[in-house]
Structure formats: structure tokens, C-alpha cells
């Protein structure tokens, strides 16, 4: 088996363990240590002047390649047109674009420095797969270099209509990019229509009757490969997490009240605004509900460097407040907002024992914390998904889950209530529907059908070429 060389922009840190990483770590560190394979990114570390000397390290049976950023293309490349371009453009928010021409040239900087790194590693027999949005030119680059090896790119976000890509300046480039990776992931259909569209539309491909796109002469494959999590691991990791301290003391607090819990980063993408004012209506409308439930919600700071991420903190501690302040009783918190994080752990374990989980992002690629909250769930007495229906995982799960619109106050707010109020019969009922989406395509099976990919149609574009 051909040796796979991975790059993203942060790898997983020694210093969290194993047990820590998330889904794409768990996926990609699987399919790694079948191929003899290497993790290539950035260490997380900005320096005036870095060194490029690459670091070379093995960890959990893989090995790894790291290096920094200088504290100028961290800026550019990554707060710049990472993170306050191409963000917002992907999750439909172009208001919030802070565009100029020096941060893209940054991000071209950055690729090439990525690009440069992974010709010191690749062989003839290497697999190159690059992943999500901050890397898009890396595989363009690399042709440009000579590099033939086959080339596959996932990403991770939401890839946007032709009306919204269309507003970034150049966005030709980025199709361009596109277009030099043999096979090119999905999260949805419709990022794939998306894509597909721009591509026409953008720069004249030919998309063929298999949905082999044409650009040049040159063709790739872009296909959806929804991601996944590691169900056992999730599983175990709950019930460890249920019986901890932690665990046990959440427990105690809860005082037999149910429990709803969000746990997303702090980002204007996940809607956390608009689901603390729905849960404000669901106080008001349902009285009942008044000391008979509690809402926690994890949030941990990301992204400090950008503005509108501190803004938003500031909101939602004043909207804390104002619902604490409003709806309070002497033994009764309804909020509890965290803005830290916690271990992987104690997170399973949280969501374990909640009675309903709220994901309700106003758009995103996919959400894997929806499908942990289904793996951490107790089969006999299991809780209730509340999910948007702009999140990715919404197309996988729709007959378990409860959709909402996450614009639609009210109706969020009723959702909830239907959601505390479900009979267990359909709690169980639909907990086993989602079980069975994920048990039929878990991380190790993404990975392993992405793999698949690649190397059929990067066979097919070699054999196109000695023809």
C-alpha cells in the first residue's frame, strides 16, 4: 500500500494524549498508521524570525512533521484570509469579509511554505491528502512543482453558491486550485452542487456525465464524504465520563432536573445568540419549565485575534445575565454559560447525561458533536437531538433528529419544548434510527472510502496521460 502523506493546518499535540483527539484526528491517524504514513502542519508556534528547519517527531504510532509561522504570515495568511475571508464567504456571512490583496498574497505564501515542506517528504510511491480551507492552493502549487503524486482535498466547511463565491475578488484562483486535486470531498450534496456550479460557471469546466470535471485537459473527481466519529471510543469515553468526579458532580448539581446542553466553539457560525434567546422564549411561553430545567452551555474562546469573536463573548455573557436575572430563583440557575473548555471526557460524559443537546448552527459543514451526542447516549434511556437544519449532519440524520430553523425563535423554543417532553418510546426510537446512520459510516469507513477514491482516480487520470 502507497505511503499517505497528510497535511492540515494543525496537527494533534503530544501533549493531550490520544484519548483527546477529535474526529479528524481519529480518522486520519487510522488511516496513517495502516500506510506508514505522515502528518504533516504547523506546531501552533509563531516566531519573528522561525527557523524552516522541519521537526520530526513520532506520537501514538504515527509520525509527524511540524514547523512554525513567522508572526507576520500568521497574520495574513491565517487571522487574515483564513479566517476573515474565507470563513465568513463559506458560512454565508460576506458582511463580515475583511478582504484586502496583502492577505491574499499571505495565504499564497503559506501554501507554498506547506507545499515546499511536502516535497521534502514525498516519494513515488506517496498519497498526498490536504484538508480544509486554510490549504486549498497547496495541491495547485504542487503541480505547478512537478509533483504528480495523486492529490485529494477535503473540506470541511460548507462550500458556498456562485452567487456568494462570486463576491470574493479573484475567485477564480481558488477554482482554479480546485481543479488540480484528483479527488476533491464533501461534507453535503449541496456543497458538491455548489462547487460543481462555480466551477462551470466560474471557469468554464466541463463536467462529464460520471461528474468527472474537466479543466485544461486536466480531470478530478469531487464526490461528498460525509465525516465521522469513532463510535466505540465515543461510547466508552461517555460512560467513563458519566461516572468521574466531573460526571458525578454535574450530577449533583442537576438535581434531578433535566438537562440541556450546547457545546461549540465561540463563533458566530454556531448561533449561540439566537439559541440563548429561544431558550429565553421557551421560559416564557412554557412556564412549566421555570426550575425545571437547565441549560448548559460550553463554549471556549477561539480566534481572540479577530474582532467580531470578542464581540460576540461580550454578548452572550450580557444575554446570561438578562436570562439569569430574569427567570432566577434562589435554588434555581436556568444558564449556565462556560466560556472555557473542558477534556474530551468530561464532555462525553456531559452529553451522556443530558436529556436533550442543542446544535442549532446557522450554517456548518457538518457537526460532529451532533453525532457524539448519539454514540454517548444510554440505549435504554436515551436523549433528543435539536438540530439545524443548515448543519451539515442534518441530511444524515433527519428521521431521528428534531429539525429546527435556527432564524425562527419560536420555533426553536418549541422544538425544545417537544424535546423535553418526549415520550421515552420515541426517544429510543429515534436514538436507534441515528445509531444505525452511524454505524453504517463511521470515521474509519470516511477515511477508507476517501482513500479509495483517490487512488481510483488518480489511477484514471495516469492511465488518461500515457494514452
Not at 496513517?32 to 501514538?60: C, K, M, Q
Not at 477564480?172 to 462555480?198: K, P, V, W
Not at 461510547?235 to 458532580?249: C, D, I, L, V, W
Amino acid at each position: 500500500m502507497n505511503s499517505l502523506i497528510v497535511a492540515s493546518n494543525r496537527v494533534p499535540s503530544p501533549d493531550k494524549g490520544s484519548g483527546s483527539q477529535g474526529g479528524l484526528a481519529v480518522g486520519v491517524m487510522n488511516a496513517l498508521s495502516r500506510t506508514d504514513g505522515l502528518w504533516l502542519g504547523w506546531n501552533g508556534n509563531t516566531e519573528e524570525a522561525p527557523s524552516r528547519v522541519i521537526d520530526h517527531y513520532d506520537f501514538d504510532g504515527v509520525r509527524f512533521a511540524t514547523f512554525p509561522m513567522s508572526i507576520e504570515e500568521h497574520r495574513l495568511f491565517y487571522i487574515g484570509y483564513s479566517n476573515e475571508v474565507l470563513w465568513p464567504l463559506f458560512h454565508y456571512r460576506p458582511d463580515m469579509i475583511e478582504y484586502n490583496r496583502e492577505k491574499e498574497r499571505g495565504y499564497l505564501a503559506v501554501n507554498q511554505l506547506f507545499a515546499d515542506n511536502i516535497r521534502t517528504v514525498v516519494n513515488e510511491d506517496s498519497r498526498i491528502w490536504i484538508h480544509d480551507y486554510q490549504l486549498m492552493a497547496v495541491g495547485h502549487l504542487l503541480r505547478q512543482s512537478g509533483v504528480e503524486a495523486p492529490l485529494g482535498f477535503f473540506l470541511h466547511t460548507p462550500f458556498p453558491p456562485w452567487d456568494l463565491l462570486r463576491i470574493l475578488p479573484e475567485y477564480e484562483n481558488l477554482l482554479h486550485y480546485m481543479s488540480a486535486y484528483d479527488t476533491i470531498g464533501f461534507q453535503t450534496d449541496l456543497d458538491l452542487y455548489n462547487f460543481r456550479d462555480c466551477m462551470k460557471r466560474g471557469i468554464g469546466a466541463e463536467v462529464e456525465e460520471d461528474g468527472t470535471l474537466v479543466v485544461d485537459g486536466r480531470r478530478s473527481r469531487a464526490d461528498v464524504y460525509p465525516i465521522s466519529i469513532d463510535i466505540e471510543t465515543a461510547r466508552e469515553m461517555a460512560e467513563q465520563g458519566e461516572h468521574s468526579p466531573t460526571g458525578q458532580r454535574l450530577k449533583r448539581s442537576l438535581n434531578n432536573r433535566p438537562l440541556m446542553i450546547g457545546t461549540d466553539r465561540l463563533d458566530y457560525s454556531k448561533g449561540l445568540y439566537k439559541r440563548f434567546q429561544a431558550y429565553e422564549r421557551l421560559l416564557e411561553r412554557f412556564e412549566e419549565r421555570r426550575g425545571n430545567v437547565i441549560y448548559i452551555q460550553i463554549s471556549p474562546s477561539s480566534r481572540t485575534d479577530v474582532e467580531e469573536y470578542a464581540a460576540l463573548r461580550t454578548t452572550l455573557e450580557r444575554v446570561t445575565g438578562h436570562v439569569n436575572g430574569r427567570f432566577a430563583e434562589y435554588d434555581w440557575m436556568p444558564l449556565r454559560y462556560l466560556n472555557r473548555g473542558y477534556d474530551r471526557a468530561s464532555i462525553m460524559g456531559f452529553l451522556r447525561q443530558s436529556r436533550v443537546a442543542l446544535i442549532t448552527p446557522l450554517r456548518d459543514g457538518m457537526n460532529l458533536v451532533a453525532k457524539e451526542f448519539i454514540a454517548a447516549q444510554d440505549p435504554e434511556d436515551p436523549g433528543v437531538l435539536v438540530l439545524s437544519h443548515l448543519a451539515g449532519a442534518s441530511r444524515e440524520l433527519a428521521d431521528g433528529a428534531l429539525l429546527c430553523n435556527p432564524f425562527d425563535i419560536d420555533g426553536v423554543a418549541e422544538v425544545m419544548e417537544r424535546a423535553l417532553s418526549m415520550p421515552l418510546e420515541e426517544r429510543r426510537a429515534r436514538w436507534q434510527s441515528m445509531m444505525t446512520v452511524l454505524r453504517n459510516n463511521d470515521i474509519h469507513q470516511w477515511s477508507e472510502s476517501f482513500l479509495a477514491a483517490l487512488d481510483h482516480n488518480a489511477g484514471r487520470r495516469r492511465d488518461g496521460q500515457q494514452q
